[in-house]
């Protein structure tokens, strides 16, 4: 068991089903896969952050929408309190070389004050791009552990294992 496995921790991911590069239509997004994993490994809980307009199911216009939500990005709901939680698990799909503009909006006024983060992201070849800088800038008092992991997103269905030694 991993040093972070029994700690109280919390999943906040953003993923997007319908059309996308390199897996086509699907019905789950392939950030979801990782968020379950770890769900399943640690028991956390999981908040799956929706903008408040879905995207459009088609990626070539999805890709545009993106582009201009990233200076105004609504959201469903909002967390407001994560005082309970000592790990906190962020997961994203690279959305133009960083997070999908709607983690920003969910993670802006939360309290990181000693927390542990910990980020994965799935990408098309970007790996990381700028989210642990991005992420580090938005909460900074929190500690960001220094193990992210940056997924294929055609590759995270079967990333149950990659998950499990990392976790
Ligand atoms: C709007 C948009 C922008 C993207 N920008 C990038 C990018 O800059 N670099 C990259 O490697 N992949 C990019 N991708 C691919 C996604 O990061 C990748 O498919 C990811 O796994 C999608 O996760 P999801 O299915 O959980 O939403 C982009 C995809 C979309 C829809």
């Known amino acids: 068991m991993s040093i972070y496995q029994n700690k109280k921790s919390l999943v906040i991911y953003f993923s997007r089903a319908d059309e996308n590069y390199a897996v086509g239509y699907v ?11 770890v769900h399943d490994l640690t028991n956390a809980d999981l908040f799956k952050v929706e903008p408040l307009i879905p995207y459009s199911k088609e990626y070539d216009k999805c890709i545009e929408e993106a582009k201009m939500r990233i200076y105004n990005a609504p959201i469903k709901n909002k967390l407001s309190d994560i005082s309970q939680y000592e790990v906190i698990y962020i997961m994203t799909p690279i959305y133009w070389g960083t997070y999908a503009p709607e983690l920003e909006t969910a993670l802006k006024d939360l309290d990181f004050k000693d927390k542990i983060i910990r980020i994965v992201t799935t990408h098309e070849g970007s790996r990381l791009g700028s989210v642990v800088e991005d992420i580090q800038n938005l909460c900074k008092s929190a500690i960001i552990v220094k193990d992210s992991l940056a997924i294929r ?6 990333a149950r294992n990659k ?3 990392w976790i």
């Open 153 to 158: 997103g055609k590759d995270c269905i079967n």
């Open 163 to 165: 998950i499990e030694q």
């Open 27 to 37: 019905k789950k997004g392939n950030t979801e896969y990782i968020a379950e994993y």
